[in-house]
């Protein structure tokens, strides 16, 4: 059983560019939750999908998007990228029901030089 | 809002060492708790969580917790830690819509 997966797993990206991370959630889950990592720092919730819809959103600009398909899989795009947007993006899924854990992905590592 | 307070940024110790991280949180109803490791290079691995019922919680590895609900706190033990528990610790609160928030994490270094 594949746990949560995500790709790429490093990506550099150029100032002003945009870029699409991807995430295929734990088999059975059908919620996936996105967090940026910045070194040296906990998880920040940016936001989390659910039914194809985005139910909950952290302290994130709207540069910051992203989009769940039928099968649960999941894009977070970030568009107009600054320096300070490299982070380690982690992608977590889980079930609705509010007893049970999220489960990370490793993770993807984006440098914006 | 939901918060989560971890008071040690850094510790260091000894094998055979006792450890005891503490984790407070901020929220104002029913949460679940959690504690995740970060080994080096890895992801993110839950160690333990608590959702109801007894409050002192056995993870893996021989970690345990215990929720005091009048503290608002859920600090993570290990009798004796090992090399192998060198890793980064990361206390989590997750409220109403599986919102979950992390800390800011505790280095523990277990020197041999």
């Known amino acids: 059983d594949a746990g949560v997966t995500q790709s790429p797993t490093h990506l550099i990206k150029t100032r002003g560019q945009q870029v699409t991370l991807r995430c295929s959630p734990k088999s059975g889950h059908d919620t996936v939750s996105w967090y940026q990592q910045a070194l040296g720092q906990g998880p920040q919730f940016i936001f989390q999908y659910y039914e194809e819809e985005e139910r909950q959103r952290g302290n994130f600009p709207d540069r910051f998007s992203g989009h769940q398909f039928p099968n649960y899989s999941s894009e977070l795009n970030v568009n107009a990228l600054l320096l300070g947007d490299s982070a380690l993006y982690l992608c977590?899924?889980?079930?609705?029901?509010?007893?049970?854990?999220?489960?990370f992905g490793q993770g993807t590592r984006l440098t914006v030089v | 809002a939901q918060s989560v307070s971890q008071h040690n940024h850094h510790v260091i110790l000894s094998e055979a060492a006792s450890l005891e991280l503490g984790c407070n949180y901020s929220?104002?109803?029913?949460?679940?708790l959690f504690w995740y490791v970060q080994y080096p290079g890895q992801h993110l691995q839950l160690l333990l969580k608590?959702?109801?019922?007894?409050?002192l919680v056995k993870g893996i590895k021989g970690f345990e917790a215990e929720f005091i609900k009048s503290k608002f706190s859920f600090n993570l033990r290990k009798p004796s830690v090992q090399w192998s528990d060198t890793a980064e610790y990361f206390c989590a609160v997750r409220g109403r819509y599986q919102k979950v928030t992390f800390g800011t994490g505790t280095k523990l270094q277990v020197i041999p």
């Open positions: 929220y104002g109803g029913t949460v679940n």
């Open positions: 977590a899924s889980s079930l609705r029901d509010v007893n049970t854990e999220a489960f």
């Open positions: 608590y959702f109801s019922g007894d409050p």
